[in-house]
T-cell receptor
């Protein structure tokens, strides 16, 4: 099993550009999450999807949109990137009956 | 307000010294808590969960309901323990003012 995978690993954008971060898991997990990690701020939840077909806002949703494409995939879209969105983005998933989260390797995004 | 807090952003110790990373919680009901570890530029991975009461890589953590704490301890720190440590409840975790999912993390630096 690959676990949780994310693409791309690195990305540089200019202010105003858009992009989609992809996340997939092969563990048949119901719940999926997007976090951003910034120095001194720890991990902050952007959006989550408790199950296929549902999404909900987390702590810092402004400037982002998500799509739960199917049970495996959960994408995060930046419609108009801003320098404040420079961060490392982590995707995670969790199965039914378990509370442990499994994390992807992260996407390091720089917005110039 | 319900929350999980890690009061120390940075903890620096010498190799062989004891380590204690603090985690305090304040919410009603029976808490379920986890410790995650993130080695440099890697994904987060589960280190300990309080239910299992196990010892991983020499680390232990006991849930103290009287002190509302879940501190992570190791009697003799090793250089390879240098990492970011997060204390976390299972997701999603709501507090009255928003959605606090993770503690802010403590960076452990073990010096030779």
């Amino acid at each position: 099993n690959a676990g949780v995978t994310q693409t791309p690993k690195f990305q540089v954008l200019k202010t105003g550009q858009s992009m989609t971060l992809q996340c997939a898991q092969d563990m048949n997990h119901n719940s999926m999450y997007w976090y951003r990690q910034d120095p001194g701020m720890g991990l902050r939840l952007i959006y989550y999807s408790a199950s296929e077909g549902t999404t909900d806002k987390g702590e810092v949703p402004n400037g982002y949109n998500v799509s739960r494409l199917n049970k495996r995939e959960f994408s995060l879209r930046l419609e108009s990137a801003a320098p404040s969105q420079t961060s490392v983005y982590f995707c995670a998933s969790r199965g039914l009956g378990g509370n442990e989260q499994f994390f992807g390797p992260g996407t390091r995004l720089t917005v110039l | 307000a319900q929350r999980v807090t890690q009061p120390e952003k940075l903890l620096s110790v010498f190799k062989g010294a004891p380590v204690e990373l603090k985690c305090n919680y304040s919410y009603s009901g029976s808490p379920e808590l986890f410790w995650y570890v993130q080695y440099s530029r890697q994904r987060l991975q589960l280190l300990l969960r309080h239910i299992s009461r196990e010892s991983i890589k020499g680390f232990t953590a006991d849930l103290n309901k009287g002190e509302t704490s879940f501190h992570l301890k190791k009697p003799f720190a090793q250089e390879e323990d240098s990492a970011m440590y997060y204390c976390a409840p299972p997701p999603p975790f709501y507090n009255q003012g928003g959605k606090l999912i993770f503690g802010q993390g403590t960076e452990l630096s073990v010096k030779p």
